[in-house]
Structures are given as structure tokens and as C-alpha cells.
């Protein structure tokens, strides 16, 4: 164990990740904590907040990266930062043992702990996934999927016609969730903008694919805009597969599986897997003495304190997509609050206030009672969807719900104006079509430069 002199004695708040609930938590407590003699500390492997309903524009590279996250030394000035993992909790000690960024670890006695490790993609034990597949959970994962699928139009056009160029331009999204379908027709429309741009490919020479194991997509609105969705996608060229499930991508060859009778659904192969087939909460908890439910999500009440069969548990508080919160509002999955923002951010705020009324008696401990306002999505440059408090929204008034109901929810006033400012940008520029290259090699150019040529030939 690393020593612990770096870090504050204070009787300590420790949020455990600095996503969504973390940022707020911290946020309105810091102040009045360090005020009161102590200390809010956030732990989290990353020194930002990530915007995830951001992630499919900045793959469509309508946003830039960085303005799609929130630093923590930036906002949150009165709060003890760790970059570092928690990899787990003594409740009953009051300690949590972190895995700090050069690999020592710390054990942290805390007051009070708030776990925010919100979640991680689910996925199932499907051969090769692992090895083709991404995500679209994170900043890298977005970043890197613009890249990939800019360099494999730019490299394809340099192909002849046959097996090879069509891998290289085949685009596949599994889930057809928000995230999927945002993903997917984000990146359509990018890449329509690319060939646009690039005189030896038209863009019937590329595919994309969606493959869904249920009859419709979009749970989150209603039938009838799902059913809009899908046939617009398809108008655009985008393959929509629905009761479709993937078997196999191994060597990246998918093979499908019809999901009413699992017979075989046809197969191709792709150099561009993008998996967004739902979450599951941050495994995290396992290492924690809290009560876990059958989704592997840590028990709360509707005051945000984790709850075993005793009831609360003292000093220990819980929000987002790692916890089961019950959905006061009669809506839910199960009679609990869906993994979103929406609840994420409100969560994080109420349970602020329930930490400083049960800690300094400021108010008094409420319960966290919201009821959906609905869901906006974009599919593209001046398309979306929208089911807003029940009213259904397509097309161009949809995107633009999307758009102000996205840019206002941007944590920070600077971090808001950023990205107002880069669609503004847009608007009058263009997306930026540019594939950074070399990325995961930056050094390659300077280690040639600076290899002696005697070396060179000898290595060679
Ligand atoms: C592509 C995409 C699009 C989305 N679009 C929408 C949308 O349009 N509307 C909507 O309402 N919701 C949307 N969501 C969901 C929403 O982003 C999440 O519900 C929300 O971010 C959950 O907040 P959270 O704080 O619980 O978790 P997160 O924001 O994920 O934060 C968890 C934090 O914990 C950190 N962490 C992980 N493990 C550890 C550990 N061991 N120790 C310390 N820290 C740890 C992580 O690094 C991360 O910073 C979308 C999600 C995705 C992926």
C-alpha cells in the first residue's frame, strides 16, 4: 500500500467515479463540505466527465472530443481529486482501497461514500467479439470509430471492385437501442459527406448494417415513430435486421442467427463491428460489503442511501446506472429508474442535498421523485426523433429538440458554449471530414528520423 500523506485527513465524502452523478455530487457538496472541516474527494480512472449522449456526433465528427467532456481540475476547484480506480469497499471499516494511475494502491477511511461507477457495455460470450469489436461508451471508443471509418473510405477508394472493398466499407451496428440507432445514422451521414468529398467511391458502395434481436427499435419512443425510424433508415440505404441476432465475428466474418428459430441468417464480413447492445451496472460493486440486486445493480431507496433487508445503511449513498432506485413516478423498468442521464442528474442533485440535510441538518432528507420527460435522438445533420412528455416529433423539429434539449444539458456554461459554438462552425464550414492518423503510434515518424541508417539496415 502506497502512504496516504498526499492525501487530505479531512472526514472525507468519497464519490467513487466522476461521470454524470459524480460531477453534480461533487459539485454541490465540495463548498460546503470543505466550509464544514471536511473534505469531498472524486475518484475516477478518468480526469473527465464524459457527455455519453454526445458520443455518436462526435463519431460523426460534429462535435469535437473535447468539448464533449468535463474536466474535473477545471470544476471542481474544492474537491480532493484521485486518478485512480476503487477496487473496493469495507463499509463496515469505513475504507475503500484505490488503484492509483502508477499502479500503487491506497486505502482511503471515509464519513460517508456515494458509488457513482455508473456502468459498463453488456456483452455476451460471442466468438471473436471481443477481438472486432467497439464499444460506444467512451470518448476513445467514439474518437477511434471516426477515425476507422473515415480511413477505411480514404483507403477503399484506392481499392479494386471485389471481397476486400467491400469488407473495408461495410459499417455494422449491433443494438438498436437510442445509442445504436444515433451511432449508425450518424455515421451514415458522415460518410455520405466523405464520398461526397472523394470522387472515386459513390455511396451505394458502402453498407451499413443494423442488427437488432427484437421485432423494433427504440424502446424509449413510441411504435409507430419506431416503425418511422426504421423505414427512414432504410430509405437512406441503411440494412436494418431485426429479430437478428449475431452468432459469430470471428476473423470479422459475422454470422447471423434468426431469433424466432434460430435458423441461420446469411453472413459477411466487416473491418467496422460497433457494439451497442445495452449495460450492465459497473461490476465494481462485487468488491463492496453492499446488498447487490438480480441485475447486478447496488440496492437504494428512493432517498438515494444503499438499502439492505435491514433498511438504510448509515453514511453510504448511491445513484445512477450502478444503483436500483425505485421509480416513484409509476414509470420504470421493473418499478425502478432506467440507466439515463435524465435520472442520473437529478439523482446526483437530490442526493446532494440528502448528504448535506442528513450530515448538517440543512433541509431534511427527501425522496428522489421525477417523472420522464420522454426522449430526443438525432439521426443525422437535420434529422431525429422525439417523444417529448407523450407529444411524438419527426424529421427537422425533432433534431432541433435534439439539439437545444442536448446543448442546454451540457454540464458547464463554457463546456455549452463550446459546443454551441462548433455547430455553429459547422454550419458554416462543414463537418470536419479529417482522419487523424497514427494515433496509437505517434512516435513512428521521429523513431525513423532518429534511427541511424546503419541500425535501420540491420534491423532490416
Ligand atoms: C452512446 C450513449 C448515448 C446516450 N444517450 C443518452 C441520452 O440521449 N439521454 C439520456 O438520458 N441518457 C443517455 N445515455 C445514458 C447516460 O449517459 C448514462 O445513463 C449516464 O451517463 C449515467 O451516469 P452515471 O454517473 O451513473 O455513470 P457515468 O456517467 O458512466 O459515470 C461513471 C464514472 O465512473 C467511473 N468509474 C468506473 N469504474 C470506476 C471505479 N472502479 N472507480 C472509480 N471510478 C470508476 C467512470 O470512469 C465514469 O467516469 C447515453 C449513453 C450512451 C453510452
Not at 476503487?86 to 460517508?112: C, F, K, W
Not at 447487490?292 to 448511491?318: H, Q, S
Not at 496509437?440 to 541500425?455: G, I, Y
Request: contains cysteine; hydrophobic residues 40%.
Amino acid at each position: 500500500m502506497a502512504s496516504t500523506t498526499k492525501f487530505s485527513d479531512r472526514p472525507r465524502v468519497l464519490v467513487v467515479g466522476g461521470g454524470y452523478v459524480g460531477l453534480y455530487v461533487a459539485k454541490n457538496l465540495q463548498k460546503k463540505v470543505k466550509d464544514e472541516g471536511g473534505i469531498v474527494t472524486v475518484v475516477d480512472p478518468l480526469p473527465y466527465m464524459t457527455y455519453q449522449p454526445f458520443l455518436p456526433e462526435v463519431a460523426a465528427g460534429t462535435i469535437e472530443p473535447r468539448d464533449a467532456v468535463v474536466s474535473h481540475r477545471m470544476h471542481l476547484k474544492n474537491t480532493e481529486l484521485i486518478t485512480g480506480k476503487v477496487t473496493s469497499i469495507n463499509h463496515a471499516a469505513r475504507t475503500a482501497v484505490i488503484e492509483l494511475s502508477d499502479g500503487e494502491s491506497v486505502e482511503l477511511p471515509y464519513q460517508d461514500v456515494v458509488l457513482a461507477a455508473g456502468s459498463i457495455t453488456r456483452t455476451f460470450p460471442i466468438p471473436g467479439l471481443a477481438e472486432a469489436g467497439i464499444g460506444m461508451k467512451s470518448i476513445e471508443e467514439a474518437v477511434g470509430t471516426r477515425n476507422q471509418v473515415l480511413e477505411r473510405i480514404e483507403t477503399a477508394s484506392l481499392m479494386p471492385e471485389g471481397p476486400e472493398r467491400e469488407r473495408a466499407l461495410t459499417f455494422v451496428v449491433v443494438g438498436g437501442g437510442f445509442a445504436g440507432i444515433e451511432t449508425l445514422t450518424e455515421l451514415e451521414d458522415m460518410a455520405r459527406d466523405a464520398v461526397r468529398n472523394n470522387n472515386r467511391l459513390r455511396r451505394e458502395d458502402l453498407r451499413f448494417v443494423l442488427i437488432e434481436a427484437m421485432g423494433r427499435v427504440m424502446p424509449e419512443v413510441k411504435p409507430d415513430q419506431a416503425e418511422w425510424v426504421v423505414s427512414s433508415m432504410r430509405e437512406r440505404g441503411i440494412e436494418v435486421l431485426l429479430n437478428t441476432s449475431l452468432a459469430s465475428a470471428e476473423n470479422g466474418v459475422l454470422k447471423l442467427i434468426n431469433m424466432a428459430d434460430k435458423s441461420p441468417a446469411g453472413e459477411f464480413a466487416t473491418d467496422t463491428l460497433i457494439w451497442t447492445a445495452g449495460v450492465q451496472a459497473n461490476p465494481m460493486v462485487r468488491a463492496t460489503d453492499f446488498p447487490i440486486d438480480d441485475r447486478g445493480r447496488v440496492r437504494a431507496n428512493a432517498e438515494l442511501r444503499i438499502t439492505g433487508d435491514d433498511g438504510p445503511i448509515e453514511g453510504a449513498w448511491a445513484a445512477g446506472d450502478i444503483s436500483a432506485v425505485p421509480d416513484l413516478s409509476g414509470g420504470g423498468v421493473g418499478g425502478f429508474c432506467v440507466p439515463n442521464a435524465q435520472h442520473a442528474v437529478r439523482q446526483a442533485k437530490q442526493l446532494a442535498k440528502n448528504i448535506l440535510a442528513a450530515r448538517y441538518g440543512e433541509g431534511s432528507v427527501e425522496e428522489y421523485n421525477h417523472k420522464s420527460l420522454g426522449a430526443v435522438a438525432g439521426l443525422g445533420q437535420y434529422k431525429g426523433v422525439a417523444n417529448i412528455m407523450g407529444f411524438g416529433m419527426k424529421g427537422f423539429p425533432a433534431w432541433l429538440a435534439h439539439r437545444g434539449y442536448h446543448g442546454l444539458a451540457m454540464p458547464m456554461f463554457e463546456r455549452k458554449f463550446r459546443v454551441i459554438l462548433g455547430w455553429l462552425m459547422n454550419v458554416t464550414y462543414g463537418r470536419d471530414l479529417t482522419d487523424l492518423r497514427n494515433l496509437k503510434n505517434p512516435r513512428q515518424s521521429f523513431v525513423a528520423a532518429a534511427t541511424p541508417p546503419k541500425k535501420k539496415e540491420a534491423a532490416s
